[in-house]
């Protein structure tokens, strides 16, 4: 599956975390098999205002650029809030019409997930073993949760 390979490369350099026309840049996600489901789970922190939005949504997509591009589009939706800055319009972006049910994504991705939320759960930095891991990423107390999504659809968004 090339596909799950260049998300997971493509992650530590961002991704799209697409949720009612609103991106937001991801740098973790992860692939899995839960109840016999293929899924990819994303995390947001509570301040957020994609966590908002997912809170109140059944469904997301991952929206994932080519190796090296859209470097610009990453560092401003990593930078800038839903809440404050249309983002697609400052950016002058088009979104991708969804084509599994789920939302659509940011046009001009290489690759496109779209997953159904079929669990979400609060993190909690007090079960967390390492302490340096608290202390990066929780000392100021605003925690992420986790929302897991059965993959409904791939694709790659000229194909």
Known sequence: ????????????????????????????????????KQTFSVYVRHSRYTYTLLKNASTFTIS???????????????THSGRTVHKMQALHAELSPARYGAQDGFAGCSLHIECRILFRTDL????????????????????????????????????
């Open 1 to 36: 599956m090339d596909w799950m390979k260049e998300t997971n490369d493509q992650l530590r350099r961002g991704a799209f975390l697409m949720v009612d026309g609103n991106p937001m840049t991801i740098g973790w996600g992860q692939f899995g098999i839960i109840w016999n």
């Open 64 to 78: 994932v650029p080519e190796a090296g591009a859209m470097k610009e589009e990453l560092a401003f939706c990593g």
């Open 124 to 159: 909690d930095e007090h079960l967390l073993e390492d302490p340096a891991l608290v202390s990066r990423y929780y000392a100021e107390g605003d925690t992420h949760t986790m929302f897991i999504g059965e993959i409904l659809g791939v694709y790659k968004e000229n194909e």
